[in-house]
């Protein structure tokens, strides 16, 4: 039996749904909170998420979640959780941190704690005292809420709205992602006539097709 994980699709606030819409169709359950979907299910289905759902800007990893209410506390609590099963020895592993509503409120400092409590990790794991972080990039993230931490890594890379198909950007262009979410709240089938005459860019267009 593969082991299960718990991951995180980001949403643009009041499209959680249409997220937790595409998610299910992979067939698995969700939960939805502000801005995000969150679902279990095996690392195979990160994978999936990020090839085929059109309407989340990235596919998180969630590593851990505790109370954290002290520098001491986060420091701890994060060493203790098994960086090692998800970033190799050469990995690079920068640590970006938001901070909403929480005793922590320093996010430089909460981002310097949890980087110095994976590095500590890393050294008993490997049995070495200094990584050159020179291979692939892991990004993480500490996001404090209400005094709980949530420690991600992003799975996603350049975020999922970038398609690919667009090389120059007009002014304001609008996001893949939120074109798709657009068009699945008409509604539209792929059998009926598609018409948006003031198009301009043609990003919606585009993701219809």
């Not at 120059?168 to 059998?191: F, G, M, V």
Request: with cysteine.
């Amino acid at each position: 039996m593969s082991e299960t994980y718990t991951f995180i699709a980001t949403a643009t606030m009041g499209l959680e749904s249409i997220v937790a819409k595409e998610i299910k169709a992979l067939g698995y359950k969700t939960t939805v909170e502000n801005g995000k979907v969150m679902w279990d299910g095996p690392i195979e289905s990160m994978i999936e998420a990020n090839l085929w759902v059109r309407t989340s800007d990235r596919i998180k990893l969630v590593v851990g979640e505790f109370d954290a209410f002290t520098f001491d506390e986060l420091f701890e609590k994060t060493k203790a959780l098994p960086w090692e099963d998800f970033i190799p020895v050469y990995g690079e592993f920068p640590v970006d941190g938001r901070s909403v509503k929480s005793t922590l409120f320093s996010i430089s400092d909460c981002q310097r704690i949890v980087k110095k409590a994976v590095v500590e990790r890393l050294k008993e794991t490997y049995n070495q005292e200094w990584f050159k972080e020179d291979g692939p990039k892991f990004q993480l993230e500490v996001a404090l809420l209400k005094d709980k931490a949530t420690l991600t890594i992003d799975t996603s890379g350049e975020g999922l709205h970038k398609r690919g198909y667009r090389r120059l950007h007009n002014r304001a262009p609008l996001k893949e992602t939120l074109a798709a979410a657009l068009i699945s709240l008409t509604n539209w089938r792929y059998d009926e006539p598609f018409l948006d005459p003031f198009c301009g860019s043609g990003t919606i267009p585009i993701e219809a097709a």
